[in-house]
Nanobody
Framework: EVQLQASGGGLVQPGGSLRLSCVYS????????IAWFRQVPGKEREGIGS????????YYRPSVKGRFTISADNAKNTVYLQMNNLKPEDTATYYC??????????????????????WGRGTLVTVSS
């Protein structure tokens, strides 16, 4: 079973940037992907995007496209979430999750993050002046 650990959260001013990391243990399949989600207390978990482990193909939800970038360093078993031009409404706990490419994207598109079973512990991002 894949294990994940997200890190890199913290306090950043509006307009600033932050890079989150998600370290994963080795995948057993060839089409696995890592997805990023975020959650504000009292609200549903919101999908951000995903990256496919085998070829780096990415998918982004419209709400973050253009500001957030997902990348991977397979040699380090790490997926990154680069967040630029951060806004106070980006304040949330950010999570990474793993599953097959089709499954993570189904979760992102449908909003059904509950279909994903493998999650890392969240990392808190606070955007405030």
């Amino acid at each position: 079973e894949v294990q994940l650990q997200a890190s890199g959260g913290g306090l950043v001013q509006p307009g600033g940037s932050l890079r989150l990391s998600c370290v994963y243990s080795a995948f057993t399949g060839i089409d696995h992907a890592i997805a990023w989600f975020r959650q504000v207390p009292g609200k549903e978990r919101e999908g951000i995007g995903s990256i496919k482990s085998s070829d780096g193909l990415t998918y982004y939800r419209p709400s973050v496209k253009g500001r957030f970038t997902i990348s991977a360093d397979n040699a380090k078993n790490t997926v990154y979430l680069q967040m630029n031009n951060l806004k106070p409404e980006d304040t949330a706990t950010y999570y990474c999750a793993a599953d097959a490419w089709a499954v993570v994207n189904a979760a992102l598109v449908s909003g059904r993050s509950d279909i994903l079973e493998t999650w890392g512990r969240g990392t808190l991002v606070t955007v405030s002046s």
